[in-house]
């Protein structure tokens, strides 16, 4: 059984385009995460949600909308796609947002856009 | 910022040397964690210590915290062909929201 499963785990589509990504944990956490990492490796939160309420939004374009219908699932739609949203996507989940939070990810979505 | 730095960003060592990689950062934090990213896979959690804790073994893993210095250190010990990896320190830091804030981790490779 996979705790934190994204799909898909590749994407390969045009500028301009509008692309979702899927993640579910089964861990009965409360809190899911979106993170970007670049092709330097760096690794960037982008969103959090504690039991479907937004928490951490940093500052990432508006043509990227998370949503949770419930708090095992995060989705990461991304409207109007650049060159520049290349990356690996990665979601990951934690028991509580105010806990000491050791993180549990997922197996990354690579994006590329042409 | 509140990324710090990995130091060093790649690493080449013989299999069961020692291999020791560095972390820095530069708010307070709850706790420094570090993790281990195959290559092409997720994160996988490998150790947490606490702002006060100075040391934390788990295993070969040895990982110690300096608050004053801002700094932490992660040392696997006999390394072998299958710690091949990205390792990455993360800081939880307190400001607004909690949050964990990676940097660019260090390229870990154990040749045999």
């Known amino acids: 059984d996979t705790a934190v499963s994204q799909t898909p785990k590749y994407l390969v589509t045009q500028m301009g385009n509008d692309k979702s990504i899927k993640c579910e944990q089964n861990l009965g956490h409360d809190t899911m995460y979106w993170y970007k990492q670049d092709s330097k490796k760096f690794l960037k939160i982008m969103f959090s949600y504690n039991n479907k309420e937004l928490i951490i939004n940093e500052t990432v374009p508006n043509r990227f909308s998370p949503k949770s219908p419930d708090k095992a699932h995060l989705n990461l739609h991304i409207n109007s796609l650049e060159l520049g949203d290349s990356a690996v996507y990665f979601c990951?989940?934690?028991?509580?947002?105010?806990?000491?939070?050791?993180?549990?990810f997922g197996e990354g979505s690579r994006l590329t856009v042409l | 910022s509140q990324q710090g730095e990995e130091d060093p960003q790649a690493l080449s060592i013989q299999e069961g040397e020692n291999a020791t990689m560095n972390c820095s950062y530069k708010?307070?934090?709850?706790?420094l964690q570090w993790y281990r990213q195959n290559s092409g896979r997720g994160l996988v959690h490998l150790i947490l210590i606490r702002s006060n804790e100075r040391e934390k073994h788990s295993g070969r893993l040895r990982v110690t915290l300096d608050t004053s210095k801002k700094s932490s250190s992660l040392l696997i010990t006999a390394s072998r062909a299958a710690d091949t990896a990205s390792y990455f320190c993360a800081r939880r830091v307190i400001q607004g929201a909690q949050k964990l804030v990676f940097g660019q981790g260090t390229r870990l490779t154990i040749n045999p």
């Open positions: 708010t307070s934090i709850n706790n």
């Open positions: 990951a989940s934690s028991q509580t947002q105010g806990g000491p939070g050791e993180l549990f």
